[in-house]
């Protein structure tokens, strides 16, 4: 049996995991299997997911939205080996792919780029229209869009004809209506 080479945060991950595990009463090899079933995934257990209607293979959270500052910053969570609908970016962004591999595809459905785990990448607005899609499981990525008040994306059709538009004053009532984060707790 060979076993896959792990980052060292995933490591680290699987140690604390393992730790928790002996703690708890269990052996050293089942604190092992534990570790192995959870390394590089993400806890989500504080994560509320929210869906669009008619955008499927696709999961927000957003996690803010400053109007001054012209920034959405949010969660997306694309499921694995599917392609969400094709879109095109109107504001610069980030992404960092925190589970997974991110996937994106050209018009003709031709993979043209894949973004594992931990990567950053930076692009000016505009592009291509694409889908994008997780890799073999569930890819879960911070996208920070910046620099406009208007159109941040736009939902394409397939005659790229524009079937819908998210800007951020639609991304604010998203993140007016959703629940509340989680807060960090302040000891004291």
Not at 75 to 90: D, G, Y
Request: aromatic share 8%.
């Amino acid at each position: 049996m060979t076993k896959a080479k792990l980052t060292r945060r995933e490591g680290l991950t699987g140690i604390g995991t393992a730790a928790a595990a002996v703690a708890l009463g269990g052996t050293a090899a089942s604190a092992a299997q534990t570790a192995d079933a959870t390394a590089g995934t993400f806890d989500q257990s504080n994560v509320t997911w929210n869906t669009l209607d008619g955008i499927d293979h696709v999961w927000y959270h957003v996690l803010k939205v400053d109007p001054e500052a012209k920034t959405v910053d949010l969660l997306l969570k694309f499921a694995a080996n599917q392609r969400i609908v094709l879109h095109r970016h109107h504001a610069d962004y980030s992404t960092f792919i925190i589970q997974g591999e991110l996937r994106l595809y050209d018009e003709e459905g031709s993979l043209t780029e894949i973004r594992p785990t931990a990567s950053f990448v930076e692009k000016p607005a505009g592009g291509p229209p694409h889908t994008e899609g997780g890799g073999d499981v569930d890819c879960i990525a911070w996208f920070s869009n910046r620099g406009t008040d208007g159109m941040i994306y736009e939902i394409l059709g397939p005659d790229n004809e524009t079937l819908a538009t998210l800007g951020l004053p639609e991304f604010h009532a998203l993140w007016e209506a959703q629940d509340t984060p989680v807060q960090p707790v302040v000891p004291g």
